[in-house]
Protein backbone atom coordinates (compact mmCIF):
# COMPACT_ATOMS: atom_id res chain seq x y z
CA UNK A 1 0.00 0.00 0.00
CA UNK A 2 1.54 3.30 -0.99
CA UNK A 3 1.72 5.97 2.00
CA UNK A 4 -1.17 8.56 0.24
CA UNK A 5 -3.58 5.46 -0.08
CA UNK A 6 -2.91 4.86 3.58
CA UNK A 7 -3.47 8.26 5.03
CA UNK A 8 -6.81 8.72 2.71
CA UNK A 9 -8.22 5.38 4.35
CA UNK A 10 -7.13 7.05 8.07
CA UNK A 11 -8.46 10.26 6.79
CA UNK A 12 -11.76 8.92 6.32
CA UNK A 13 -11.42 6.57 9.46
CA UNK A 14 -10.75 9.34 11.87
CA UNK A 15 -13.52 11.51 9.97
CA UNK A 16 -16.18 9.32 10.58
CA UNK A 17 -15.09 9.01 14.16
CA UNK A 18 -14.82 12.70 14.71
CA UNK A 19 -18.13 13.18 13.03
CA UNK A 20 -19.78 10.71 15.48
CA UNK A 21 -18.10 12.27 18.52
CA UNK A 22 -18.95 15.01 17.64
CA UNK A 23 -15.70 16.92 16.29
CA UNK A 24 -15.99 19.64 14.57
CA UNK A 25 -12.03 19.92 12.99
CA UNK A 26 -11.47 19.22 9.33
CA UNK A 27 -9.32 15.82 9.34
CA UNK A 28 -6.34 16.63 7.14
CA UNK A 29 -2.62 14.19 7.04
CA UNK A 30 -2.10 17.34 9.99
CA UNK A 31 -4.57 15.89 12.53
CA UNK A 32 -3.71 14.91 15.60
CA UNK A 33 -6.28 12.26 16.41
CA UNK A 34 -5.20 11.85 20.12
CA UNK A 35 -5.51 15.92 20.57
CA UNK A 36 -9.14 15.51 19.73
CA UNK A 37 -10.46 11.80 20.33
CA UNK A 38 -10.11 9.25 23.38
CA UNK A 39 -7.21 7.10 23.40
CA UNK A 40 -9.85 4.20 24.14
CA UNK A 41 -11.74 5.25 21.12
CA UNK A 42 -8.80 5.50 18.52
CA UNK A 43 -8.03 1.79 19.84
CA UNK A 44 -11.45 0.39 19.74
CA UNK A 45 -10.85 1.21 15.56
CA UNK A 46 -7.67 -0.57 15.00
CA UNK A 47 -9.52 -3.53 13.83
CA UNK A 48 -11.30 -1.18 11.50
CA UNK A 49 -8.09 0.08 10.25
CA UNK A 50 -6.56 -3.53 9.94
CA UNK A 51 -9.59 -4.51 7.76
CA UNK A 52 -9.43 -1.47 5.33
CA UNK A 53 -5.52 -1.29 4.91
CA UNK A 54 -4.81 -5.16 5.13
CA UNK A 55 -1.77 -3.95 7.83
CA UNK A 56 -1.88 -5.99 10.99
CA UNK A 57 -1.56 -3.62 14.34
CA UNK A 58 0.17 -5.64 17.08
CA UNK A 59 -1.61 -5.13 20.80
CA UNK A 60 1.25 -3.63 22.28
CA UNK A 61 1.43 -0.56 19.49
CA UNK A 62 -0.61 2.62 19.16
CA UNK A 63 -0.02 4.11 16.31
CA UNK A 64 -1.04 7.83 16.89
CA UNK A 65 1.88 8.01 19.62
CA UNK A 66 5.57 7.75 19.59
CA UNK A 67 6.93 6.15 22.84
CA UNK A 68 10.37 7.01 22.32
CA UNK A 69 9.40 11.01 22.47
CA UNK A 70 6.44 10.86 24.27
CA UNK A 71 4.08 12.90 21.99
CA UNK A 72 1.10 12.08 19.76
CA UNK A 73 1.47 11.51 16.12
CA UNK A 74 -0.49 13.00 13.03
CA UNK A 75 -1.99 10.97 10.18
CA UNK A 76 0.65 11.68 7.62
CA UNK A 77 3.50 10.16 10.89
CA UNK A 78 0.98 7.47 11.71
CA UNK A 79 0.65 6.76 7.94
CA UNK A 80 4.42 6.33 7.93
CA UNK A 81 4.36 4.05 11.24
CA UNK A 82 1.66 1.66 9.81
CA UNK A 83 3.86 1.37 6.66
CA UNK A 84 6.80 0.33 8.94
CA UNK A 85 4.83 -2.14 10.66
CA UNK A 86 3.96 -3.88 7.76
CA UNK A 87 7.34 -4.37 6.50
CA UNK A 88 8.41 -5.96 9.79
Do not use: W
Not at 35 to 55: D, P, R
Not at 58 to 73: A, E, G, M, V, W
Not at 82 to 87: E, G, M, P
Amino acid sequence: MEILELEKELIEIIQEVCIHQEVEEVVTENFYPGNFIMSQVLVSIFSQIEIKTGITIPNDCYIFHDSKTKRQLNIKEAATKLLTLSKN
